[in-house]
C-alpha cells in the first residue's frame, strides 16, 4: 500500500517534547482523501490508484469530473493524483470511494514533502543567484547590482554569438515544484488529519501538498529507522 496522501499547509509553529526540547514544526493538514479509480494492467495497462482530495462545489468543476467522482460514491473533489502500484495485487486492496487519511502515517519516522514554491517575480541575479555584486567604493560606477561580465560564456569556446545554456542571469524566481526530504514526523493527531513535521515546507500556507513516505534516507536516519523497527 503507497503511503502518501494529499494536504495542505496550515501554518508554522513550535511543538514542546515531554523534556522540554522546543521543536518547530509545520502543520498539514493530509486528507482524507477518497479513492476514485483503480487501474490495473488488463484496463489500463498498469496498476495504480487515483485519489482525490478536498470537497469543491459542483459549478466550479467541470462535467467530466463531476461524473468521474460520482461513479466512484464521492462528491465532486478538487484536487485528484495517480499512485503507482507494483502489480495488480495491490490493486486489489482498493475499492471506489474508500477513504484514506491520515492514520496510513503512524509508524513512520520520515517523509517527503512536495509543493509548489512561493513566485518571487522577475529577479536580478544578486537576488537569484546569491550574487555579492560589485564593488560599491569611492569612483566606481553607479552598477553594483550588475551581473557583471558573460561574453566569456557565450559558448563553450568562449566565443559565439549566443549566451551558453544556464548562464546565471535575471528572471523569473520562485513558482517552482520542490520536493524536501527525509523531513522527521513529529506527531500525529488522527481525529483532525493532522500531521506534524520538523522544519518548514515549500509553498504559502493554504498551499496544497503531496506527502509520501521517504524513498531515500541518508546513513543516520537508515540506521535510526533500523533501530526503531
Do not use: W
Amino acid at each position: 500500500m503507497p503511503t502518501a496522501l494529499l494536504g495542505r499547509k496550515l501554518g508554522i509553529t513550535r511543538y514542546f517534547t515531554a523534556d522540554g526540547n522546543n521543536i518547530p514544526v509545520t502543520v498539514i493538514e493530509a486528507g482524507p482523501c477518497a479513492v476514485t479509480q483503480v487501474k490495473t494492467t488488463g484496463t489500463d495497462g498498469y496498476s495504480a490508484i487515483q485519489v482525490a482530495f478536498e470537497d469543491v462545489k459542483a459549478r466550479r468543476s467541470t462535467m467530466p469530473l463531476i461524473g468521474h467522482d460520482a461513479k466512484a460514491g464521492v462528491s465532486p473533489q478538487r484536487h485528484h493524483c495517480e499512485l503507482r502500484l507494483e502489480n495488480d495485487k495491490q490493486a486489489e486492496e482498493y475499492e471506489l470511494g474508500q477513504t484514506l487519511d491520515v492514520s496510513l502515517f503512524e509508524g513512520i519516522l520520515y517523509v517527503d514533502v512536495m509543493g509548489q514554491s512561493k513566485g518571487k517575480g522577475f529577479q536580478g541575479p544578486m537576488k537569484r543567484y546569491h550574487f555579492s555584486g560589485l564593488e560599491a567604493s569611492h569612483g566606481v560606477q553607479r552598477a553594483h547590482r550588475s551581473p557583471g561580465s558573460i561574453g566569456g560564456h557565450a559558448s563553450n569556446l568562449g566565443t559565439g554569438p549566443k549566451i551558453k545554456k544556464g548562464k546565471r542571469m535575471a528572471g523569473h524566481m520562485g513558482d517552482e515544484r520542490v520536493t524536501v526530504r527525509n523531513l522527521d514526523v513529529i506527531s500525529i493527531d488522527t481525529e483532525r488529519n493532522l500531521i506534524l513535521v520538523k522544519g518548514p515546507v515549500p509553498g504559502p500556507n493554504q498551499g496544497l501538498l503531496f506527502i509520501r513516505e521517504s524513498r531515500r534516507l541518508n546513513k543516520r536516519k537508515t540506521r535510526l529507522t533500523k533501530e526503531k523497527s
